[in-house]
């Protein structure tokens, strides 16, 4: 327990958090985005896949970090136009057509894998590029708090700031108005002369910009090589942290730091000689006991106001 406690109070563990909440920040505020829209999207997980492999090879063979981010960028947002496509244009059905792509992604990416490399399983043999970490000035030589603020990933970084900019363009933005009344009340918005698809289609190029960020994240920060089917459910997490957090982008991150910290505290329990499978599953638990909280608490909420709405009506029949 004393080894526990140490490691939980410890810089080591605030760094974990902040390192494995990255990804999940990022792919979180796609869904802020898209559910701001009212656009069912569980293709996060198959941008998050291709955006990692597409930064990987663009890396690779132009040996540049801006060619790779724009790769690995243009890779993610060609699902999320995919998706757009169909989900707008031949309106199909949003949860099957992400759970296609999904699949498209992770076997696409093996394949793409095995093609470059002859291995279906990394792509070590690629002499991809990583993007450098920052020593942020006066910040690092501050006691424990320069520790734990300074010295991560650029991209770590700017998935915090995507979350102001995420706020700021929902709510102070024009555009980001036209989104949320899209998402509240469709038939208004188009009586007010929004366009309603292509508001949605810009949400979703929105949401496959950011989700690609985590996935780049996962392949040119946190590691330097692709490994298959390496996202591991990070995009359901995401849509899990927005609907706890209500779509709220500050509440949503919370959220985002409590399943990063579950993350962190599933791969220092293998530190300890317990099974690899804790290391898994922690998130999920995690993610499931905030959901069953979440529905307990709208429960409650229903009822309630329910009560309130009967006591109304008794007072006004008395």
């Known amino acids: 327990m004393r080894e526990i406690a140490g490691y939980i109070f410890s810089v080591d563990f605030a760094n974990a958090i902040l390192r494995m909440s990255t990804p999940l920040l990022f792919v979180s505020m796609a869904a802020v985005v898209g559910a701001k829209a009212d656009v069912l999207c569980i293709a996060y ?11 990987v090879i663009a890396s690779a063979y132009s040996q ?7 790769g690995g960028l243009a890779s993610g947002m060609l699902i999320a136009v995919i ?11 949003p949860m099957l057509v ?5 699949m498209l992604g992770s076997g ?3 394949y793409a894998t095995f093609i470059l490399t002859g291995s279906k399983g990394n ?3 690629l002499p991809s590029l990583t993007f450098p970490s920052l020593q942020i000035p006066l910040v690092r030589d501050i006691p424990v708090l320069g520790q734990i603020l300074s010295g991560h990933n650029v991209l770590t970084y700017l ?3 995507s979350v102001i900019a995420v706020y700021v363009f929902i709510y102070k933005t024009p555009l ?12 208004a918005a188009r009586s007010a002369g929004v366009n309603v698809v292509r508001t949605k289609f810009t949400a979703l190029m929105i949401s496959g910009l950011l989700a690609s960020f985590g996935g780049i994240f996962m392949t040119m920060g946190y590691l330097n090589a692709f490994t298959r089917d390496m996202i591991s459910g990070r995009g359901f997490i995401g849509i899990a942290a927005q609907n706890l957090g209500q779509g709220h982008p500050l509440a949503t991150m919370i959220c985002t730091m409590v399943f990063g910290g579950a993350t962190a505290a599933g791969n220092m329990s293998q530190s300890l000689r317990l099974p690899s499978q804790i290391a898994q599953m922690a998130p999920y638990v995690v993610t499931l006991l905030g959901l069953a909280l979440v529905g307990m608490t709208d429960r409650i909420k229903k009822r309630t106001t329910r009560k309130k709405n009967e006591e109304k009506k008794k007072s006004k029949e008395e």
């Open 98 to 102: 992400g759970l296609a792509l999904n």
């Open 45 to 55: 997980e198959g941008m998050m896949l291709t955006a990692a492999l597409g930064g």
């Open 83 to 93: 998706f757009a496509y169909f989900m707008l244009v031949l309106d199909t059905k």
């Open 176 to 187: 980001g108005m036209r989104i949320r009344a899209v998402g509240e009340n469709p038939d």
């Open 108 to 110: 696409g990416t093996i």
């Open 64 to 70: 540049s970090l801006f060619i790779g981010l724009l």
């Open 159 to 161: 998935s915090f700031l």
């Open 123 to 125: 792509t070590n043999s």
